[in-house]
């Protein structure tokens, strides 16, 4: 019979492998990238916890070697202090030629084919699970199971600035000063101000929040508490990418239309050539270049674009296996990333110039509710995309 302290230690063990499950799961989707702030959170709040349970455990297990070690110094003791008979091996018949030699043998009177025929034919009480359905127990499998995907592919690509204020501006030059080849000797030059306008932002807050009981967060296995944080702060990445993505599709500059049907792979690349004809027109060439769709365009650029392209081609080709999101490959040299963030048939093509992401998370907050048994968790940050320049902002649509 299990004692208190193999309880115990077996909720202590079960909880380090939880905790410890959990960290592989951070790393793992992270992909190789750097961790994130929550990330990061949730790897320190788990290594507490396991250095914690760690040192609960020691002299919980010296105890229970002492215990074990005299068990069995009694046990030993026991065998040679009382005599027990020996158990009567129960009779198999390796076959049915076997069996009928033993009733022939039984119908000669040989008593030894009688006993065995005896024992083999004894009503036995058979024992199945549904018998001590109370000591089977319900394991559950570990991690849990959560479809969220928390990658933010644009905001990452153009690396949120830290948040200023509530309020701030930035300086954004409207009309240049002029130069020009001077008529002849002695006569004017031209001459024309410098106009610097002011692009006005905000800093918008989101945000969620669950009340959890402390019942939930003491007896659910594995912990509940970094699962519903996990799950926030996969929530704020999904609304703050799709919020950039709303900001930014709204102020685009239309591109080329792709046409009703299958597209070649020609007019996929003339499209993103065109944007990016139209991006160094109005950046001078400034900033980086991307490419971003929703997970539906695959269906209609990845088989245009195969893994082992004809030559030549165009792009080096996509594979069907990067179906996630964040970077597929590339298009006539424009990256192309795969973000659920970005509305239906159309490819945003983005300058790093023209198009900003502030950001100030303030990651979990926890209160006790003394009254209730409870413990409110929250999880916010302040976040605001800022378009700086539209025309380096071109949207390619895909027509149904």
Wanted: glycine fraction near 8%.
């Amino acid at each position: 019979m299990a004692s208190n302290t193999d309880a115990i230690l077996a909720k202590y063990v079960a909880e380090i492998e939880d905790r410890q499950q959990l960290i592989d799961g951070v790393l793992d989707s992270a992909n190789g990238d750097d961790l994130s702030d929550e990330k990061m959170e949730l790897i320190t709040r788990a290594k507490e916890r396991m250095t914690f349970l760690n040192n609960q455990m020691a002299p919980l297990e010296e105890a229970r070697r002492i215990s074990a070690e005299s068990s069995e110094r009694i046990a030993s003791i026991a065998r040679y202090m009382t005599g027990k008979p020996a158990e009567q091996q129960p009779v198999e018949y390796r076959s049915a030629g076997e069996y009928l030699i033993d009733r022939w043998r039984a119908g000669l009177g040989q008593q030894e084919a009688v006993n065995r025929l005896d024992q083999y034919h004894r009503a036995a009480a058979h024992q199945t699970t549904g018998d001590n359905a109370g000591l089977i127990p319900s394991p559950i499998v570990q991690p849990v199971v959560n479809f969220v995907d928390s990658n933010r592919p644009l905001v990452s690509w153009l690396g949120p600035r830290q948040l200023p204020g509530q309020n701030w501006s930035r300086p954004k030059v409207t009309q240049h000063t002029s130069i020009a080849a001077q008529g002849s000797e002695k006569t004017e030059l031209v001459s024309q101000k410098m106009l610097i306008t002011k692009l006005a932002a905000t800093a918008v807050t989101y945000g969620g929040y669950v009340n959890v009981s402390r019942q939930d967060i003491d007896f659910t296995q594995p912990g509940i508490m970094d699962i519903v944080i996990g799950d926030l702060a996969g929530q704020y990445a999904i609304q703050t990418e799709a919020a950039a993505f709303t900001t930014f599709d709204a102020a685009a500059t239309a591109g080329l239309t792709l046409p009703t049907g299958a597209n070649t792979s020609d007019q996929l690349a003339a499209s993103l050539w065109d944007a990016a004809s139209r991006i160094y027109t109005a950046t001078r060439g400034q900033g980086r270049l991307a490419a971003f769709m929703p997970p539906a365009m695959l269906a209609a650029i990845g088989p245009v674009f195969p893994p082992i392209p004809a030559s030549p081609s165009q792009s080096p080709g996509l594979s069907a296996s990067d179906f996630g999101t964040g970077l597929v490959g590339n298009i006539s040299g424009i990256p192309i990333y795969v973000s659920p963030g970005v509305g239906a048939s159309r490819i945003l093509v983005v300058s790093s110039a023209g198009a900003e992401a502030y950001e100030d998370r303030i990651g979990s907050l926890q209160v006790v509710e003394p009254s209730v048994l409870g413990i409110q968790v929250a999880y916010a940050g302040y976040f605001t995309p800022l378009v700086i320049e539209a025309t380096s902002i071109i949207k390619i649509t895909k027509t149904p």
